[in-house]
């Protein structure tokens, strides 16, 4: 009885120590000057270059010498929301998955022969596979069952995966948003990286070393404004309202960021984790239209918490319109036990907001997990 007794406390624990990591912002420490990065195999072909028809601003830094949003700091609520919020995940543990997103057969014999034709795969989360202009590409991809700084205690996966690892196409390029354990997974990274050594990982500055050192050689860091030519595309880091964290002590020392994806005969968006700011209507203006945009809907509650850095699904329908999006993809939903909204509720709002809007039903996209669609 003791036993189990300790282990229900070290489990609760370390699964609110884990959302604290994921959610929480901690007082900022003295900045030491990081040692330089030195990859073993540096990709000097993808040297990043600012980007004339963009002309972005670089992300800022604070007095500390840690990156900031362009609106400056944001808030994560008061002590007592957050407080609230943590006590609210001892009853996660028992939450019902009523309201998950589906899981579909997938088309991995079509896909891993695909060359020619655009399309988008959810594989859950914010884990996207977009073919185009030839290539295949992963978003923030996750394959744990649990985001956490201590796996396997942490908020647990509702629906398995998409695909499996294996079934994926020869993946050309991945692209990271921000460092959180939902959106970098160190352990599908290493999977991919050992499934083929010549994909390429780009992430926002400041990410490189993480990867670098568990074995993840072909990385390359941008920053906001920054632009990588790779084969016959052009892959653009921008800016986004969110922060980055892993351990009580690096808050916000790496980027974070969004990314484009532009070809001669498409061009996608990947919003990555971000509250609505006033920037999605410069990336529309300067590097818009875009053929497809995945944006964020989920984990917005509670407001007084989430809302600077989570959108909610209105303002990700109008994030979609500001980036100029001909059709929107939702992304960010119903994977993950991470916060308060009911787990059915973020779709039916997007697709109301949508509906109202020039998206409309039929450019408002909320995928099975395991669904591929043409765009």
Same mark, same amino acid.
């Given at each position: 009885?003791?036993? /189990?007794?300790?282990?229900?406390?070290?489990? !609760?624990?370390?699964?609110?120590?884990? !959302?604290?990591?994921?959610?929480?912002? @901690?007082?900022?420490?003295?900045?030491?000057?990081?040692?330089?990065?030195?990859?073993?195999?540096? =990709?000097?072909?993808?040297?990043?270059?600012? @980007?004339?028809?963009?002309?972005?601003?670089?992300?800022?830094?604070?007095?500390?010498?840690?990156?900031?949003?362009?609106?400056?700091? !944001?808030?994560?609520?008061?002590?007592? %929301?957050?407080?609230?919020?943590?006590?609210?995940?001892?009853?996660?543990?028992?939450? *019902?998955?009523?309201?998950?997103?589906?899981?579909?057969?997938?088309?991995?014999?079509?896909?891993?022969?695909?060359?020619?034709?655009?399309?988008?795969?959810?594989?859950?989360?914010?884990?996207?596979?977009?073919?185009?202009?030839?290539?295949?590409?992963?978003?923030?991809?996750?394959? @744990?069952?649990?985001?956490?700084?201590?796996?396997?205690?942490?908020?647990?996966?509702?629906?398995?995966?998409?695909?499996?690892?294996?079934?994926?196409?020869?993946?050309?390029?991945? %692209? =990271? *948003?921000?460092?959180?354990?939902?959106?970098?997974?160190?352990?599908?990274?290493? /999977?991919?990286?050992?499934?083929?050594?010549?994909?390429?990982?780009?992430?926002?500055?400041?990410?490189?070393?993480?990867?670098?050192?568990?074995?993840?050689?072909?990385?390359?860091?941008?920053?906001?404004?920054?632009?990588?030519?790779? /084969?016959? !595309?052009?892959?653009?880091?921008?800016?986004?309202?969110?922060?980055? /964290?892993?351990?009580?002590?690096?808050?916000?020392?790496?980027?974070?960021?969004?990314?484009?994806?532009?070809?001669?005969?498409?061009?996608?968006?990947?919003?990555?984790?971000?509250?609505?700011?006033?920037?999605?209507?410069?990336?529309?203006?300067?590097?818009?239209?875009?053929?497809?945009?995945?944006?964020? =809907?989920?984990?917005?509650?509670?407001?007084?918490?989430?809302?600077?850095?989570?959108?909610?699904?209105?303002?990700?329908?109008?994030?979609?319109?500001?980036?100029?999006?001909?059709?929107?993809?939702?992304?960010?939903?119903?994977?993950?036990?991470?916060?308060?909204?009911?787990?059915?509720?973020?779709?039916?709002?997007?697709?109301?907001?949508?509906?109202?809007?020039?998206?409309?039903?039929?450019?408002?996209?909320?995928?099975? =997990?395991?669904?591929?669609?043409?765009?």
């Amino acid at each position: 009885m003791l036993k /189990k007794q300790l282990f229900c406390r070290l489990f !609760i624990s370390g699964f609110i120590l884990s !959302i604290m990591t994921l959610q929480v912002q @901690s007082s900022p420490e003295p900045v030491k000057i990081p040692e330089p990065i030195n990859s073993p195999e540096p =990709i000097n072909s993808l040297e990043p270059i600012k @980007s004339p028809e963009s002309e972005f601003e670089s992300a800022p830094k604070d007095n500390q010498g840690r990156f900031t949003n362009h609106g400056g700091e !944001i808030s994560h609520g008061s002590l007592s %929301v957050r407080l609230k919020f943590y006590l609210r995940r001892f009853g996660t543990l028992f939450r *019902s998955d009523a309201g998950a997103p589906k899981r579909v057969a997938n088309q991995a014999d079509f896909l891993r022969d695909n060359r020619t034709t655009a399309t988008v795969t959810w594989i859950g989360h914010a884990t996207l596979l977009v073919q185009m202009e030839g290539l295949n590409f992963l978003t923030d991809p996750i394959w @744990s069952k649990t985001p956490s700084p201590l796996p396997p205690v942490g908020p647990s996966r509702w629906v398995d995966p998409g695909m499996t690892i294996d079934e994926l196409p020869e993946i050309d390029f991945v %692209v =990271i *948003s921000h460092n959180h354990f939902d959106h970098l997974d160190l352990p599908t990274l290493r /999977k991919l990286a050992a499934r083929n050594s010549d994909t390429i990982f780009f992430v926002p500055l400041g990410n490189a070393d993480l990867l670098i050192k568990k074995g993840i050689t072909q990385v390359q860091e941008l920053g906001w404004g920054e632009t990588a030519n790779f /084969k016959n !595309i052009q892959i653009h880091c921008l800016p986004t309202q969110h922060w980055s /964290k892993r351990k009580l002590s690096d808050t916000r020392k790496s980027l974070w960021a969004s990314w484009a994806v532009i070809g001669t005969e498409r061009r996608f968006y990947f919003a990555g984790d971000t509250g609505y700011f006033e920037g999605f209507k410069q990336i529309g203006a300067k590097l818009g239209p875009f053929d497809l945009a995945a944006v964020p =809907i989920g984990a917005y509650e509670p407001r007084a918490m989430m809302a600077e850095t989570h959108m909610n699904p209105e303002e990700a329908v109008q994030a979609a319109l500001d980036v100029q999006a001909e059709t929107a993809v939702a992304i960010h939903f119903g994977t993950f036990d991470l916060s308060d909204e009911p787990l059915a509720e973020p779709p039916v709002r997007f697709k109301a907001a949508a509906k109202k809007t020039g998206l409309g039903l039929d450019n408002s996209w909320v995928l099975d =997990i395991g669904e591929t669609r043409e765009f």
